[in-house]
């Protein structure tokens, strides 16, 4: 079984460059729950990803499984947010436009582990 949280991130970085944030730079942080942090800084779509915990532009907290099932389609970001389920802090307009990363398709099929 493949850690979704981690596999997300992974292909993330791989990418490089995402098309759907061309027009958009920033810095994001995830604190997923006992998955520790996430850095993702955002240039014009440019992506880089590390596991700093420095502060960022905009900053999405949840548990894991909350994360994986929105990785994975299950769960809609916004539901989450107005659930109280995920807390977010910062630049909101960032936040809505990194929606776009998900679901992941590729991770979608594996499903969570």
């Not at 992506?47 to 532009?57: F, K, N």
């Not at 990785?71 to 936040?95: C, D, E, R, S, Y």
Request: charged share 20%; proline share 3%.
């Amino acid at each position: 079984m493949i850690d979704t949280t981690e596999a997300f991130f992974t292909r993330l970085a791989q990418r490089g460059y995402e098309p759907l944030l061309h027009n958009v730079s920033g810095t994001i942080r995830w604190d997923i729950g006992d998955a520790g942090s996430w850095f993702v800084t955002v240039k014009n779509g440019s992506l880089t990803v590390s596991r700093e915990t420095a502060g960022a532009d905009c900053v999405f907290a949840c548990s894991r499984e909350d994360f994986d099932r929105m990785v994975v389609g299950k769960q809609n970001p916004t539901t989450l947010f107005m659930q109280g389920k995920m807390k977010i802090t910062g630049n909101l307009g960032l936040a809505q436009i990194c929606q776009r990363l998900f679901p992941d398709e590729s991770l979608a099929s594996g499903e969570q582990g």
